[in-house]
């Protein structure tokens, strides 16, 4: 779960890392008298999770409260890479004199924490990790022995950074293995003016698995999830929405990913995603086609089912219920195989549903799917 920029600031402030002072709103009214508070000139910045605001116009300097109201209008409700803005921050600006980049990053293929640091931070990091890999440091960091004084040294001595931003490289690791992160990243990380070492910007993921302990963040994040995502989770369903047509549903993570691949190859975009897992029951099926069939970007549903512990005659009883309770208005191309497939096609074709049909094969189902969806 990814943590908001205000979220993570908090985070970076009790560690003991400097950042300016800031505060949230949902209203351009708020933001009005945040500023004032603030002292006239602030940084109105949208509180989205996803990177790239300052280019998307979502980071704008205001000069005295009523600038802020104003910006702050403007920011609210934008949409940034489909995120929309439900929030501001509104911090005292900084008289930056450099920007830097650091973050810790879980790598798994190495099985080690990696730390990644440059002296060319700011909104162009990507392009310079692009075009000039060697102005970014790597450096693996062992997690039995942390980011030490001396490894901090090492890190910044590698990237081209301060000495003196040592001490924020020790409490960065502290944040990310003391609030069960899985990364942090701070961009930029600035000396000031005046010599002082600030994060600007903050990153933080924390380990979903870790959620249970950090219900503290929990709030939010369930107030804006939409509401299908809370139906499927109350259900116990994962599903996760994209932004195509072709509505998917599978069981296991493996065959529901390749069953995405597949859609797209056959021209097509999925528009959401359902894994009903193993074991499923006729009444999961039906749940869980009836969160699809509520996406109202869907026009067709691809139903995979290798039936392993799942039964396939289970599947199509759930599809057979389903088709009780909600008036099906989008076509359904059910493909079903491995265990009891005969009798669950057996099921579906006595239904014999109009808007129901079925394939035998993974490409082939996926191929009519597609098809349905693009020309319907
Ligand atoms: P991002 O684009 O989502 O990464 O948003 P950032 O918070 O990193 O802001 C983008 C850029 O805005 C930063 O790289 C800074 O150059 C600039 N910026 C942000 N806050 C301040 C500030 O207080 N003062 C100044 N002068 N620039 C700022
Ligand atoms: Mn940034």
Redesign the pocket.
Known sequence: MDLY?HQARELFEEHGILV?RAEVTTSAKGAREIARRLGGRV?V?AQVKT?????AG??K?AADPAAAELTARQILGMDIKGHTVHSVML??????ET?FYVSYVLDRAAGTFLAIASAEG??DIEEVAATRPDAVARIPVDPAEGVTGAKAAEIAEAAGLPAQTADVLVRLWGVLTREDAVLVEV??LVRTAQGQILA??GKVTLDDNARFRRERWGASEAAHEGPLEAEAASKGLNYVKLDGEVGIIGNGAGLVMSTLDVVAGCGARPANFLDIGGGASAQTMADGLNVILSDPAVRSVFVNVFGGITACDAVADGIVKALDTVRLTKPLVVRLDGNNAARGRAILDERAHPLVQQATTMDGAAQHAADLAVSH
């Open positions: 920029e300016p940084v910045k990177g790239g605001r300052g280019k979502g980071v300097l911090a005292q600006p900084v008289d930056i920007e700011g909104m961009n930029p600007l910007d």
